[in-house]
Structure formats: C-alpha cells, structure tokens
C-alpha cells in the first residue's frame, strides 16, 4: 500500500543551522515526490518536486529509491522558514498521497 | 490570474445534517482533487475529478460524495454529517492530469456540533 511518512510531528531550529526535515515513502511503482509547504494563514503552495531536481529557498530534496526516502535539507535556516511542511506522493494513477506534516520552528 | 477559490470559507452544522461545499478552479484547470485536512491524519484524499468525471477516489465512505461541472466547477457533498467530520476541506486543481502542479485553495471549514 501506498504510504508517506514523516516520522517528527514538530521540529524546532536555530536560525543559521542546518534544518533536515525526514520523508520515508512505501510504493511499488515509480514515484513522483514533492515537498509542499504551508506558512502561517497562508494556501498550501508547492515547494519543489523531485523530478526538477530544482533549489527552492535554499532547499534541496534528493530521492533516495534505495531507502525509499525523500528527505527535506537546508544548510541554513533562516526565521521565513517556519512552516508546515508536507510531503507527497503522487502515484502512477495521479493520486496524491501525503504525509502527516512537520511543522518547523526556526528561533531567532 | 485567480487563484483556487472555495466557498464558503467557515460552515457550522449539526450532526445529521447534509452539507455542500464549491471550488472553483483555477481558469483554464481542468482537474479537480478533494481533500481533508485534520490535526491527526493530515492531508486524506478524497477524490479527483477531471473534465466531469471522477477518475480517481480515496478510501472515504459513500456520504462523500462529489461532482464536476463543465466549466471545471466543482462541488462537495457531505450527507448525514457526523462530529468525526469536522476538518478542512481543501480543493486543488491542475492544469491537466498528473505532472503538472497542483494548486489549493484556502479551504472550508466545516465544524460539526
């Protein structure tokens, strides 16, 4: 079955250090990953997806098919950061999936 | 260009009742996806629909249920509302089926007392 995990409910940072937010996924064809971001009273926004291999904000996501991981970095965290993040998974019917989120604190 | 817009953006009901919520797509949009939003389950899909037809459903049972209209418009229907039910309901669209982005929308939410 198909399934996302991010296994910190909460995760609190100093600004400046280096911020990894975990996603594991379960699926038995080829995903496409994708980080979506939520800041405070704002829609959910698209972060960046796996398949772009893009840097958004200093953010960089690498899909590990191995350890079936989709981890979130940053090398240095800065106060905008503070926000829900959460992972998904699309699958090759289109159906997203998405993890529980992890909402990252970063203190000043 | 206008974002997703869902309407209303704040519902209260009481158990029991029956419940319809509307998303209008993004212009241009043609996908549709449902979804619910709780502090303990997160992001649940429940269901797409694309140029009018569902194409792809969640594991909720049938009092959800939805459609698409043919200019992309698409509404939501709760029946027999319980306290359980209470959440955010976020609509996305897309431009086409899969691979391209999804949009969301600022969502509804729905509290059942």
């Known amino acids: 079955a198909q399934r996302v995990t991010q296994p910190e409910k909460l995760l609190s940072v100093f600004k400046g250090a280096p911020v990894e937010l975990k996603c594991n996924y379960s699926y038995s064809g080829s995903p496409e990953l994708f980080w979506y971001v939520q800041y405070s009273r704002q829609r959910l926004q698209l972060l960046l997806r796996h398949i772009s291999r893009e840097s958004i904000k200093g953010f960089t996501a690498d899909l590990n098919k191995g350890e079936t991981s989709f981890h979130l970095k940053k090398p240095f965290a800065q106060e905008e950061d503070s926000a829900m993040y959460y992972c998904?998974?699309?699958?090759?019917?289109?159906?997203?999936?998405f993890g529980t989120g992890t909402s990252l604190t970063v203190i000043p | 260009k206008a974002g997703v817009t869902q309407t209303p953006r704040y519902l209260i009901k009481t158990r029991g009742q029956q419940v319809t919520l509307s998303c209008s797509p993004i212009s241009g949009h043609r996908s549709v996806s449902w979804y619910q939003q709780t502090p303990g389950q997160g992001l649940q899909f429940l269901f797409e629909?694309?140029?009018?037809?569902?194409?792809n459903k969640g594991n909720f049972p049938g009092r959800f249920s939805g459609r698409q209209f043919s200019n992309s418009r698409s509404e939501m229907n709760v029946s027999t509302l319980e306290l359980g039910d209470s959440a955010l309901y976020l609509c996305?669209?897309?431009?086409?089926?899969?691979?391209?982005?999804?949009?969301f929308g600022q969502g509804t939410r729905l509290t059942v007392v």
């Open positions: 998904a998974l699309e699958s090759t019917g289109n159906q997203f999936y």
């Open positions: 629909y694309f140029s009018e037809t569902q194409r």
């Open positions: 996305a669209s897309r431009q086409a089926q899969g691979k391209t982005e999804a949009f």
